[in-house]
């Protein structure tokens, strides 16, 4: 068999594993890695704000003293 057979033959295969259920399953796959991401992005921000606040407020409080 030659290489041009060989492409014949393997080009319907992997037009048959495309599906859509595959699809589906990959994007559900992204979007809950970008969730978790975006989800630990938000704590991350918050708990280095709130660091930052309470250094504040308590150099305040030692002004204050």
Do not use: C
Not at 32 to 49: A, E, Q, R, Y
């Amino acid at each position: 068999m030659n290489a041009r057979s060989q492409g014949s033959l393997v080009l319907p295969v992997l037009q048959l594993r495309f599906s859509y259920f595959s699809l589906h399953v990959s994007f559900l796959i992204h979007f809950f890695i970008f969730f978790l991401l975006f989800l630990f992005h938000i704590s991350f921000f918050t708990n280095f704000i709130s660091f930052f606040l309470d250094l504040l407020v308590l150099s305040i409080l030692q002004l204050i003293k």
